[in-house]
């Protein structure tokens, strides 16, 4: 079974950073897209950055030039850099990796499509 154990989130005045990390372990045996959520309080949770396996990465509008994503895929883990913090950047985050792991049926190993999320990590920004 995949596991993702997160890291990195606190309080921080504004205009703060703070470095977010996501580490997915379980027998894993490739990852795809990872990337990192929030979700604020009575708010759906939306989509924060995304990074593909070639690196390229995808940013919500809010956060463009402010958020970096970036990931170590001998280590299966990815990160948020979040600078210039802004109240309004107060959420939990949550990491979501998707990719292959080896799972064994029977006695019998096979490699399986799996979805993993983070437990969430909250992220305050308050003066």
């Known amino acids: 079974q995949v596991q993702l154990v997160e890291s990195g989130g606190g309080l921080v005045q504004p205009g703060g950073s703070l470095t977010l990390s996501c580490r997915a372990s379980g027998s894993i045996v490739t990852t795809y897209n990872m990337g990192w959520y929030c979700q604020a309080p009575g708010k759906q949770r939306e989509l924060v950055a995304i990074?593909?396996?070639?690196?390229?990465?995808n940013y919500l509008d809010s956060v463009k030039d402010r958020f970096t994503i970036s990931r170590d895929n001998a280590n299966n883990t990815v990160y948020l850099q979040m600078n210039s913090l802004k109240p309004g950047d107060t959420a939990v985050y949550f990491c979501?990796?998707?990719?292959?792991?080896?799972?064994?049926?029977?006695?019998?190993?096979?490699?399986?499509?799996?979805?993993?999320w983070g437990q969430g990590t909250q992220v305050t920004v308050s003066s």
């Open positions: 990074i593909e396996t070639d690196g390229y990465a």
């Open positions: 979501h990796v998707e990719g292959q792991n080896t799972v064994v049926t029977d006695g019998i190993p096979r490699v399986s499509d799996f979805e993993a």
